[in-house]
């Protein structure tokens, strides 16, 4: 399979139909951009139910609301079929729709949104209103409210913290000054909310929900049969941890939909190849990468592959986290990764083609920055990252110090004492344990003895508690994180945030860190330069070093007639469920 370096793209892999599995013709690259559009011959079949396949150990938990939902299964099932009220900019951030505004006022620390339009309307044909926000923003703040969304973001909001002890009656920081206006005021007012923190995006049916005491809410009908829906499908049938059935909305704001409905159909992963076979799904999202090589011999499905929100990369630990309720991170200048020439020759000595091509098999591409290339402006254009050059690596190490004194083939510390480096990385089955020998390969050619932390890969939560807690152990480790769609990165590296693992803080990147979280990040030019300033001090200090991204595959049937699964590109409305045709009667198979 040729190797696809994805840069703000969405990759469709489409093979091409025959009748059996021999002779697959060689597959045609689809790329236009950031869209991914899968296109299908054929004569539109009128209605007709989209049947989607939902692949997991575990079933979905058949909790449909928004403000309520733990498990990422009942989130597939609603996002496209009962949500869809804003529009995403193409760099993933929120904007005004046709029917709703998203207006942030930075003057006086606002957010205002307003129905611009009759066309918007619940699944049983009535108005959404500016009450059916605030119900939300007063759900998640009631003092008997169990869920997961009343977070710091929420306690943001003016008057919250107040009405969740129940202190006050209303929460001050939510208006609505008439039926189709909400405002929300925040302490503190920062472009994260451009990405929905602090923010309710979708209305919930509050008459619907009234009636109903938030201790009840989660386990009552109006959650788990029969909620209304704002977006192109509602519920009609349910088999719990089973099958889930939807019907067309039509009073969809953005039309009605051209399907009959959705079908939802939960199976085990092992059955995948299985279903594939026999035609009986339509659509499967975030399939397996390990069964790619499989699944690209099925001729009547067109895979589409796109990148994921999620970076790996290689962290050096550099200090420790001090404090218990103000915790703050202490940069140690005398630690043993301390010396920046040692953690960029670390970096040059790994040939990041190889190992996406050998050990992952193309399914991974090299990642040159920690902003992830989907941000169309946020995200350094073809940045040079740190390519394999061994060489250069071992120069780096010369110009330092860092020299081999005794001749037995690895490199003494500046002061000529013994350099060892432990380094960790997550278990994996046996790629991690190839993985790694690959690693301690190929900075032995640069002169360093690196060894793995007790001598194996480390179970996955052990890693990730090992770095949380510091342990000496760990010099040197390889570890992934999976995004939200907010690309503010001081979650990760700021030095008062538990999940900054390297333990590595600068006045530079600090003053950067809050620039991008200030009101002069609203701006479009300052917030690009202030990301921008994070990739350039991330790449000339070297605290970690991308090393991949990850892609996400899903497959289509050959019997969609047009299907879009792509980043948006910030010009045109969003492709969204209600536009798919089927152009025939099943699924092929």
């Not at 991690?432 to 690196?450: D, P, R």
Request: net charge negative; hydrophobic share 30%.
């Amino acid at each position: 399979m040729k190797k696809i370096f994805l840069m703000c793209t969405a990759v469709i892999l489409l093979f091409a139909a025959a009748c059996g599995r021999e002779n697959q013709e060689t597959a045609e690259i689809v790329e236009e951009g950031k869209k991914g559009v899968v296109s299908h011959s054929g004569e539109p079949v009128p209605g007709g139910v989209f049947k989607v396949g939902l692949s997991g150990e575990t079933s979905f938990d058949g909790v449909f609301s928004y403000l309520y939902y733990e498990n990422p299964m009942d989130w597939k099932i609603m996002e496209d079929t009962m949500y869809g009220s804003l529009e995403r900019g193409e760099d993933l951030e929120y904007k005004s729709s046709e029917v709703l505004s998203f207006e942030p006022n930075t003057e006086n620390g606002t957010l205002k949104m307003e129905i611009l339009s009759d066309k918007f309307k619940w699944s049983d044909g009535s108005k959404v209103t500016s009450k059916d926000f605030a119900y939300a923003y007063e759900i998640i703040g009631h003092p008997d409210y169990t869920g997961l969304r009343y977070d710091d973001a929420m306690k943001n909001i003016r008057g919250m913290e107040e009405y969740h002890a129940g202190e006050a009656q209303r929460i001050s920081g939510v208006r609505t000054p008439d039926e189709n206006t909400i405002i929300i005021s925040y302490k503190e007012f920062s472009p994260d909310i451009l990405w929905g923190e602090g923010v309710l995006t979708e209305p919930v049916p509050s008459k619907q929900m009234e009636g109903v005491s938030i201790t009840e809410l989660p386990n009552s009908e109006v959650v788990r049969v029969s909620p209304l829906s704002a977006g192109p499908f509602s519920i009609s049938q349910i088999i719990p941890q089973e099958k889930i059935v939807f019907k067309a909305n039509e009073h969809f704001w953005a039309g009605k939909p051209s399907l009959e409905g959705v079908e939802f159909e939960w199976m085990k992963p092992i059955e995948t190849l299985a279903a594939l076979d026999q035609g009986r799904f339509d659509y499967i999202e975030g399939l397996d990468p390990t069964l790619y090589s499989q699944v690209s011999k099925y001729t009547n499905y067109s895979i589409l592959k796109k990148q994921d929100l999620t970076y790996t990369y290689l962290g050096f630990k550099l200090g420790k986290l001090t404090g218990e309720e103000e915790i703050e991170v202490q940069t140690d200048s005398n630690s043993k990764m301390a010396n920046g020439n040692l953690r960029t020759a670390m970096a040059y000595a790994i040939d990041r083609e190889k190992v996406a091509a050998e050990f992952f098999r193309d399914l991974r591409s090299p990642g040159n920055s920690l902003i992830l290339p989907m941000y169309e402006n946020l995200s350094p254009k073809n940045p040079p990252g740190f390519p394999y050059n061994p060489e250069n690596g071992k120069q780096l190490l010369e110009d330092a110090g860092y020299k081999d004194i005794d001749a037995d083939g690895y490199r003494e510390d500046p002061e000529g004492n013994p350099l060892s480096i432990s380094f960790a990385l997550a278990e994996d089955g046996y790629l991690s344990e190839e993985l790694a020998a690959y690693y301690i390969g190929a900075w032995k050619e640069i002169g360093l003895n690196v060894i793995l932390t007790d001598g194996k890969p480390l179970e996955f939560q052990d890693l990730y508690n090992r770095l949380k807690d510091d342990d000496p152990a760990i010099d040197v480790y390889q570890a992934t994180w999976g995004l939200t769609q907010n690309p503010n990165p001081s979650l990760y590296y700021g030095k008062n945030s538990e999940y900054n693992y390297p333990r590595f803080s600068t006045e530079e990147l600090e003053e950067n860190l809050n620039r991008i979280s200030s009101r002069e990040s609203f701006d479009f030019d300052k917030r690009n330069a202030n990301y921008g300033e994070f990739h350039q001090i991330m790449t000339v200090e070297t605290p970690v070093i991308p090393l991949y991204y990850r892609d996400q595959y899903s497959v289509i049937n050959k019997r969609v007639d047009h299907f879009e699964d792509t980043y948006p590109d910030g010009e045109t409305r969003n492709w969204r469920w209600n536009q798919i045709i089927l152009n025939r009667e099943e699924p092929v198979s």
